[in-house]
């Protein structure tokens, strides 16, 4: 999987004060020369579903705007380093009851530009375990999963370890359907490697806090895709020009598929059910979320 191109400036981000108020970034860049980074009244890093409070939305279904920020670009990419695997099971929950480590939930949305909610993006997760380690042999400690009708995930796992040159991260892919796959890593606030880490990207801390014996962090992603408003009221009539060549034929990995475009496997028909490019590991019947039968 490719990296997405890196966001590039655009006008809006040379507006003035009076037209654009202060980023998230802006402010995370003055902290960190204070030496902390900026919280909200309630205690955490801005979320872009904040924008939509202050805009009068309505929940994770936000109004529309004419861009979908909490003060901020999309989601900043970062490397993938080397200890990504492909083909990775579809779990929303990387742990068993006897795994080791201080239990983690990560939770939030995925957006659009517009601040609108994506359905089934796909999030892929891989992290060290909590003596820092990364599983090369198994999947332990990776998972994917798509985003819900309301553009939200869910990852059950544990704090991941530490390991020499890096503070605490998480890795993940998320690709909006038919989308580019952004790549990029989410931090911890308050971990004093974050002041080392070469790596380190404060536009791209969760908030956390403690619950129990465990901890809940949040984070929300904003792909560079472009959203249209919503509109008053859904389409009645069918495009005027359907594509008269999907692909189709034997599922193949590494073709790009589309919404309704019928291929067979193992001598059966299956129908797409969401844009993605196709990797080994999702042939139709491993993936129930991209392919039905029919």
């Not at 989410?186 to 403690?210: C, H, I, K, Q």
């Not at 475009?261 to 491993?286: M, S």
């Amino acid at each position: 999987m490719d990296n997405g191109t890196p966001h590039e400036a655009n006008a809006s981000d040379q507006e003035p004060d009076d037209r654009r108020r202060i980023s998230r970034k802006g402010l995370l860049k003055a902290a960190i020369v204070a030496g902390a980074a900026p919280l909200l009244a309630g205690g955490g890093v801005a979320l872009a579903r904040d924008a939509a409070s202050s805009a009068g939305g309505d929940g994770p279904l936000l109004a529309p705007t004419p861009q979908c920020d909490d003060g901020d670009d999309p989601t900043p990419p970062q490397m993938e380093g080397p200890y990504f695997k492909p083909n990775s099971p579809r779990r929303t929950s990387l742990v068993t009851p006897g795994t080791p480590g201080v239990p983690l939930t990560v939770s939030g949305y995925v957006f659009g530009r517009a601040c609108r909610p994506i359905s089934g993006a796909l999030l892929d997760f891989w992290q060290a375990d909590t003596n820092g380690s990364y599983d090369m042999a198994q999947y332990a400690f990776r998972g994917h999963q798509f985003t819900g009708a309301d553009g939200a995930f869910s990852l059950t796992t544990v704090v991941p370890g530490l390991y020499p040159g890096r503070t605490r991260h998480i890795h993940v892919k998320a690709q909006a359907p038919g989308g580019r796959i952004l790549t990029t890593q989410l931090y911890f606030p308050g971990e004093p490697r974050n002041n080392t880490d070469a790596l380190f990207d404060p536009r791209l801390l969760m908030n956390v806090r403690s619950v129990g014996n465990g901890r809940q962090g949040s984070f929300d992603f904003v792909l560079d895709v472009a959203q249209t408003p919503r509109p008053t009221d859904p389409p009645t009539d069918p495009p005027t020009n359907p594509p008269t060549n999907p692909p189709g034929g034997t599922w193949a990995a590494g073709t790009s598929y589309r919404a309704g475009d019928r291929v067979t496997y193992g001598g059966v028909a299956y129908r797409c059910r969401q844009a993605h490019q196709a990797i080994t590991g999702w042939e139709p019947p491993n993936v129930p979320a991209l392919w039905e039968r029919g």
